[in-house]
């Protein structure tokens, strides 16, 4: 192709409107998408974590206070250790924060979890009409360690 014939074909209508038109949308989706992530700062996030075995509270609090550089300011992670029983007792006193989003999620480490190897994840869930079901039940999803069948 020649100067002349490609001087000719960049210099045509539709190149030049292409070439202005192609950036817009673009730069657009970017601006949407910053705008979309100035809402989602500021949230503050609670999350408890109850484990049967004192042992194991101080390890994940240890490791907790190790990576606080991982964590931001709005985050909040409780570590404490409960029985089975008093954890029972727990979930129904933290019912109301949980429906207010005061309290995100609850994780319980049983004593078994070496064994089974399995988490129970407790959270509010804004879809169920039956709440109190939500909040006393575990969510369907257990974490199973790496070693489980």
Do not use: C, R, W
């Not at 994940?60 to 992670?77: A, V």
């Amino acid at each position: 192709m020649n100067p002349i014939e490609l001087k000719s074909q960049i210099l045509t209508k539709a190149f030049i409107i292409t070439t202005i038109l192609v950036p817009v949308p673009i730069i657009g989706l970017i601006g949407l998408q910053a705008f979309i992530m100035t809402f989602d700062k500021g949230k503050q996030v609670n999350i408890d974590i109850v484990a049967e075995n004192t042992a194991l509270v101080s390890l994940l609090q240890k490791e907790i206070d190790s990576k606080s550089e991982l964590i931001d300011e709005n985050t909040h992670i409780k570590v404490s250790s409960q029985d089975a029983t008093q954890f029972k007792k727990y979930i129904k006193e933290q019912k109301g924060k949980m429906l207010n989003d005061q309290l995100n999620g609850i994780f319980f480490i049983p004593n078994a979890d070496k064994q089974e190897k399995e988490v129970e994840y407790y959270s509010a869930n804004p879809k169920n009409s039956n709440s109190l079901a939500v909040v006393l039940m575990p969510a369907a999803v257990v974490i199973k360690g790496a070693n489980s069948p």
